[in-house]
């Protein structure tokens, strides 16, 4: 399994960004996905999840209201559309495919995802 994560790059306050993440082979399907992001002297933290229907997402409180996460199963690829960018969101974003097969919770804990991505970097400044 290959998770290929792109779309990052500098933006000034209050601007956008869209993250895409490609997965390869018949691995997409079924599983629920993830956004983590990791700056320079912290421990990576959960940003967004969304589940294996595409039903339902599930977002940290410092980016709900301005991150959505979506997915096309069709391109086995998630999206994180990133709005209202503030300063703190400059980090390393890295997209995960989790463990479990149709688990019916978004697990927030990146211990559950057994995938990753090479990470992105997004950097907000004026």
């Known amino acids: 399994v290959q998770l290929q994560a792109s779309g990052g790059g500098l933006v000034q306050p209050g601007g956008s960004l869209r993250l895409s993440c490609v997965t390869s082979?018949?691995?997409?399907?079924?599983?629920?996905m993830g956004w983590f992001r990791q700056a320079p002297g912290k421990e990576r933290e959960f940003v967004a999840g969304?589940?294996?229907?595409?039903?339902?997402?599930r977002y940290s409180d410092s980016v709900r209201g301005r991150f959505t996460m979506s997915r096309d199963d069709a391109k086995n690829t998630v999206y994180l559309q990133m709005n209202s960018l503030k300063f703190e969101d400059t980090a390393v974003y890295y997209c995960?495919?989790?463990?479990?097969?149709?688990?019916?919770?978004?697990?927030?804990?990146?211990?559950?995802?057994?995938?990753w991505g090479q990470g992105t970097q997004v950097t907000v400044s004026s």
């Open positions: 995960a495919r989790e463990k479990l097969l149709k688990r019916l919770t978004i697990p927030l804990n990146d211990l559950e995802y057994g995938y």
């Open positions: 969304i589940s294996w229907t595409g039903g339902r997402a």
């Open positions: 082979g018949r691995t997409f399907s079924g599983y629920n």
